[in-house]
Each structure stands twice: as structure tokens, then as C-alpha cells.
């Protein structure tokens, strides 16, 4: 395993940081998984990649019929 450094925007960082923390997934696993799912013909990665998209995707979310309504912006 090697050590990489990217340039990514700060905000979109911070914003995944928290994302994967709150979700008790690691990072640069993630970030690993991705580049796999891109780049390898055999489908195992992007399988596994889309397999816990799946999952986060069915995560508790708040129905919002008008967000405007929800948040007094009308």
C-alpha cells in the first residue's frame, strides 16, 4: 500500500469526512474502492461499490414534499 496525496476541495473534503465518520466507513477505502470500480474490467469493485451505494441510499431520510413549506421559506 502506497501513500497518495490529491488536491481536492476543502469543502468537498470536510463534507465526506463527515459523511463516511457518521457512517462508520473509512475514507480512503472508499476512495480505493472507487478508483478500482473505474478502472478494473473484472466487476468485483463496482459490484462492491455498488452494493454499499445501495445500502446508503436506503439509509432514514426525512419525505419532504416542499422544502420551502418544511423550513418557513414560503
Known amino acids: ?9 476543502q469543502d468537498v473534503y470536510a463534507r465526506f469526512s463527515g459523511f463516511c465518520r457518521e457512517n462508520g466507513i473509512s ?10 470500480s473505474q478502472v478494473e474490467e473484472e466487476p468485483k469493485a463496482r459490484a462492491d461499490y455498488l452494493r454499499k451505494l445501495d445500502r446508503l ?4 431520510f426525512i419525505s ?11
Open 1 to 9: 500500500m502506497a501513500i497518495k496525496s490529491f488536491n481536492i476541495d
Open 57 to 60: 441510499r436506503k439509509g432514514k
Open 64 to 74: 419532504v414534499n416542499s422544502f420551502a413549506k418544511r423550513y418557513g421559506l414560503e
Open 27 to 36: 475514507m480512503s477505502k472508499q476512495v480505493e474502492t472507487f478508483m478500482a
